[in-house]
T-cell receptor, first 114, second 116 residues
């Protein structure tokens, strides 16, 4: 069964460093999302991406964040200058268009900023 | 703005007992509702969804949920808990609106433990 994959599973970085989190969505899906879950808190929407552009972003998704679909298969989330409060589990999700509304989630990348 | 409230951050049941996980939502448009399950060290897996039509929806692993518009609820149930059901469960709402990106708004989650 097709699934969303994410790499790495765990990333440790120092404050101020740039990180890139990678996702490979399911191949025929057209909508892509990033969510994050800070430990002990709810899963929060960050950004959605469709037709090679951001379609919606949350207040969390400030200028430090960017997304890209560089090669038609990967979907990346970049954090330019990480802060301690960026430590969280980051989930990628994808969805087909039409009437199948459910999103399929990857296993997540745990980002630890020290 | 949409929101989801899950009553009870932790629910503990005995194996074979009824599982009831509560979810109430707030949405200005007809909602699409979802339950996801997260097993330890894994991603979010869809259990079931309500979009339109029959208000009682059945999902995987024997779970079902009923959409009650008058109560703005979408509670998740399973008649008989199994040890393998131990996980965290998330209720989520997505707005229908035309051209929407169907982003999900999640509740805080309910950790289900099943005692032998």
């Amino acid at each position: 069964e097709p699934e969303v994959t994410q790499t790495p599973s765990h990333q440790v970085t120092q404050m101020g460093q740039e990180v890139i989190l990678r996702c490979v969505p399911i191949s025929n899906h057209l909508y892509f999302y990033w969510y994050r879950q800070i430990l002990g808190q709810k899963v929060e929407f960050l950004v959605s991406f469709y037709n090679n552009e951001i379609s919606e972003k949350s207040e969390i998704f400030d200028d430090q964040f960017s997304v890209e679909r560089p090669d038609g298969s990967n979907f990346t989330l970049k954090i330019r200058s990480t802060k301690l409060e960026d430590s969280a589990m980051y989930f990628c999700a994808s969805r087909v268009t039409g009437t199948a509304y459910e999103q399929y989630f990857g296993p997540g990348t745990r980002l630890t900023v020290t | 703005a949409q929101s989801v409230t899950q009553l009870g951050s932790h629910v503990s049941v005995s194996e074979g007992a009824l599982v009831l996980l509560r979810c109430n939502y707030s949405s200005s448009v007809p909602p699409y509702l979802f339950w996801y399950v997260q097993y330890p060290n894994q991603g979010l897996q869809l259990l079931l969804k309500y979009t339109t039509g029959a208000t009682l929806v059945k999902g995987i692993n024997g779970f079902e949920a009923e959409f009650k518009k008058s109560e703005t609820s979408f509670h998740l149930t399973k008649p008989s808990a199994h040890m393998s059901d131990a996980a965290e469960y998330f209720c989520a709402v997505s707005d229908e609106g035309g051209g929407s990106n169907y982003k999900l708004t999640f509740g805080k989650g309910t950790l289900l433990t099943v005692n032998p």
